[in-house]
């Protein structure tokens, strides 16, 4: 098979399985039983999943499967995470944290 | 602003979908360079760019599936790779599945299409907190804003890729969004910890984990501690 042709069965099967991860839930859902227990660990699901997207990004740099600590990026989340509590603002979160992170490199950068 | 005579629900819904995403979309954009400009560095063009986005449509799967197979990895490596970082996945749907209960069973499977991070998060949190909308057409609204913004932007990366400067770290513009949608979502003390559990967890086995599985066993981990908190206790009634 020639590159193209196994990126292509790549992309396909990718698609699929994607797919079949995020929709058999959402397309079976009144169909199948719905155990107490696990609406008590569903209720769960936005909170731990949100934390998990942030942390990593928060604490480190991801550069070709590697990762490494980010001093400037790990200040700008937490105050980024103060304005978040105070303001529960999602614009004002992204334009202080952004220009904090800015800040952070240029002194950590003038520092070192 | 709320629906009102001259807006229908549903365009109304749709409208404030798109609008709970829009903050994200500053940091899907550079996100969506990142995958385009994956594709050509693997030595692909356009029509794979194009086709990858289109029908694939996880980014960060995109981008791992690319890279690899680009450095040469077997295939069956970078789709494993690329299938175990969109396995988080299934618990959104799973958790999803009965906010989008309304919908018609023709349209679920276009709605599983359309599960991602960003609108995931979005309806969970922002979706849910209001009152007035039809959340299945919030959700669709927050999917279409997504998308066409994905679409473009990998497009763009696939031809001119190598020209963005990576150093304004626009990319953190996505885990600051996720930060502002998690406050508002802290409501209570078993909240807070399931994120403190969460987060050292994250800290922890993301970086040392294989194939960012860290990130579903940290996910995991923090489910299993809320309802370990939320388990009915003894001569209590459910």
């Not at chain 2, 922002?126 to 913004?149: F, N, P, Q, S």
């Amino acid at each position: 098979m020639s590159p193209v042709v196994q990126f292509w069965l790549l992309i396909i099967v990718l698609a699929v399985g994607t797919w079949s991860m995020r929709s058999w839930p959402i397309i079976l859902h009144g169909r199948v039983p719905h155990p107490p227990w696990l609406e008590r660990v569903l209720r769960h699901v936005p909170v731990a999943a949100l934390t998990a997207l942030v942390v990593p990004g928060a604490l480190y740099l991801h550069e070709r499967s590697t990762y490494s600590f980010a001093p400037a990026r790990t200040i700008a989340a937490v105050i980024a995470l103060v304005v978040a509590w105070r303001t529960k603002n999602t614009l004002a979160t992204l334009a202080v944290g952004m220009a904090a992170l800015w800040v952070a490199q240029w002194a950590l950068g003038a520092l070192g | 602003m709320r629906h009102s005579v001259r807006m229908s629900k549903t365009r109304y819904s749709f409208i404030t979908g798109a609008k709970g995403v829009a903050p994200i979309l500053i940091g899907v954009a550079p996100f969506g360079l990142v995958a385009g400009a994956a594709i050509r560095h693997a030595g692909f063009g356009l029509a794979e760019s194009t086709g990858m986005s289109v029908i694939v449509f996880a980014g960060a799967s995109q981008i791992a599936a690319t890279t690899l197979f680009g450095s040469g990895a077997p295939l069956w490596v970078a789709l494993c790779t690329a299938l175990i970082i969109n396995a988080r996945m299934f618990i959104y749907s799973v958790s999803i599945a009965p906010v989008l209960a309304e919908a018609p069973a023709w349209a679920r499977p276009i709605l599983g299409y359309m599960l991602v991070d960003q609108n995931y998060a979005a309806t969970m949190t922002d979706g849910r907190d209001h009152d007035d909308v039809d959340i299945v057409w919030y959700y669709v609204g927050g999917g279409v804003a997504l998308w066409v913004v994905w679409q473009i932007c990998s497009v763009a990366g696939a031809l001119l890729g190598p020209f963005i400067p990576m150093s304004w770290g626009l990319d953190f513009a996505v885990p600051l969004v996720f930060l502002a949608m998690l406050a508002p979502a802290m409501k209570d003390k078993t909240a807070v910890g399931v994120a403190v559990v969460t987060g050292v967890a994250a800290a922890v086995l993301v970086p040392l984990l294989p194939l960012q599985s860290g990130l579903i066993v940290a996910i995991l981990g923090g489910m299993g501690f809320g309802a370990w908190i939320d388990r009915p206790k003894a001569g209590e009634s459910r």
